[in-house]
């Protein structure tokens, strides 16, 4: 399950879920360590530890889900190595940014939120949207390919009738042949010499 490859469309909803399920990961450590009101109205620093390590411990968790994902991905597609583990040390380091952001953010205050942090997340989307759009090596979705079209069941009844047809069709070609290869009748009797009148003229 975990090591086979997956093509784009499974890449893709692989990919949604695990940010759906981090996003709603982070809200819930949120409400089981400290409370968003007691986010909001915390002071920076210590009392936000808690916080910051269940969120580190469950985006690093999340962040070994994606590599496996984009991993599987790139053995579908052939690609390059280190367009793999840049997404995957990029995504590490962003989780640790992640982390120590909760500790220094002010939100009464929109400018303390770094903004170093939306450029990582770009470069990131960026690695991500090449490994999703790498084109796969021929023959490497055989496996999805015989799951989606039955290709040993039997055939349906047009494709019968056609192929019986061709098969009645098939011999009718050397018959006629061997037809016309028949040498052309000969006259019953002794055949008349060759010549000109009369015999002896």
């Known amino acids: 399950m ?10 893709f909803f692989y990919s949604l879920s695990l940010f759906i ?39 690093l968790i999340f962040v070994a889900l994606r590599g496996n994902i984009a991993w599987r991905r790139s053995q579908d597609a052939n690609g ?4 793999l583990w840049s ?12 982390a120590g952001t909760l500790l220094v953010i002010d939100f ?9 942090l939306n450029l990582l997340g770009l470069a990131i989307f960026g690695l991500w949207c090449t490994i999703l759009w ?23 009844a047009p494709a019968r009738g056609l192929k019986a047809a061709a098969t009645s069709a098939a011999p009718a070609e050397p018959r006629a042949t061997a037809q016309t290869a028949r040498p052309a009748p000969q006259p019953f009797g002794r055949p008349r010499p060759a010549g000109f009148g009369k015999r002896g003229v």
């Open 108 to 116: 009464g205050n929109p400018e303390s939120a770094p903004g170093g």
């Open 21 to 59: 399920a981090e996003a709603d990961a982070i809200v819930l450590c949120v409400a089981v360590t400290i409370g968003f009101a007691g986010l909001i109205n915390s002071m920076l620093g210590p009392s936000r530890q808690g916080l910051a390590g269940a969120a580190l411990v469950v985006s």
């Open 2 to 11: 975990f090591t086979s490859n997956i093509g784009r469309p499974r890449f």
């Open 134 to 156: 790498a084109k796969p090596v021929a023959g490497s979705n055989i496996n999805e390919l015989t799951a989606v079209f039955d290709f040993e069941g039997s055939l349906p």
């Open 87 to 98: 997404y995957i040390v990029f995504s590490g380091i962003y989780a640790f940014l992640q």
């Open 80 to 83: 390059h190595k280190w367009i």
